[in-house]
T-cell receptor
Framework: LAKTTQPISMDSYEGQEVNITCSHNNIATNDYITWYQQFPSQGPRFIIQGYKTKVTNEVASLFIPADRKSSTLSLPRVSLSDTAVYYCLVGGPNTGNQFYFGTGTSLTVIP | NAGVTQTPKFQVLKTGQSMTLQCAQDMNHEYMSWYRQDPGMGLRLIHYSVGAGITDQGEVPNGYNVSRSTTEDFPLRLLSAAPSQTSVYFC?????????????FGPGTRLTVL
């Protein structure tokens, strides 16, 4: 499985931009990078996915450098409701359709 | 459209008992999977399926069985429950058989084995 490494926790004030970086040194050629958000007592929820360069949707941006060995999830102007655990996943056909969630990054947004 | 549903929400078992955790989806997704999440940990893949009649093992398959007789249902069976299987179990599905595309997760089943 393509393993990932993320910071265990981060704090941010409301209204700030938050960047969470994920390391995935053994990413395979056909693997995609996907980020999920999980609130307590709920299942994870898809945020964004990318293969290379930059992807943006209505809630986040994903930056992927050319070597694809890391990626950065950017959350613009966070609010208290963004307090959650964020997981970076790498996987696809080359990892046998399996995905490694890791321990994620616990983001706490402070008023 | 109910999405992914799981039953029961909570369950307490005694060591050695067996039970089946139910998972169903109404989105006609081919890819379905089961994860377990222990306190303070991320999710670990137990088993997954890329279509009816096709299942495969994930990272932590020991002690669990699965089958996929229909596209909609993907039950997880514990043959002889052990305290180490105390966890929260999540089922997920995806329209992409590789699972790369967005996975939709159910609300989870909280299992305690005494």
């Amino acid at each position: 499985l393509a393993k990932t490494t993320q910071p265990i926790s981060m704090d941010s004030y409301e209204g700030q931009e938050v960047n969470i970086t994920c390391s995935h040194n053994n990413i395979a050629t056909n693997d995609y990078i996907t980020w999920y958000q999980q609130f307590p007592s709920q299942g994870p929820r898809f945020i964004i996915q990318g293969y290379k360069t930059k992807v943006t949707n209505e809630v986040a941006s994903l930056f992927i450098p050319a070597d694809r060995k890391s990626s950065t999830l950017s959350l613009p102007r966070v609010s208290l409701s963004d307090t959650a655990v964020y997981y970076c996943l790498v996987g696809g056909p080359n990892t046998g359709n399996q995905f490694y969630f890791g321990t994620g990054t616990s983001l706490t947004v402070i008023p | 459209n109910a999405g992914v549903t799981q039953t029961p929400k909570f369950q307490v078992l005694k060591t050695g008992q067996s039970m089946t955790l139910q998972c169903a989806q109404d989105m006609n997704h081919e890819y379905m999977s089961w994860y377990r999440q222990d306190p303070g940990m991320g999710l670990r893949l137990i088993h997954y399926s890329v279509g009816a009649g096709i299942t495969d093992q994930g990272e932590v398959p020991n002690g669990y069985n699965v089958s996929r007789s229909t596209t909609e249902d993907f039950p997880l069976r514990l043959l002889s429950a052990a305290p180490s299987q105390t966890s929260v179990y999540f089922c997920a599905s995806s329209s992409d058989i590789t699972g790369v595309d967005e996975q939709f997760f159910g609300p989870g089943t909280r299992l305690t084995v005494l």
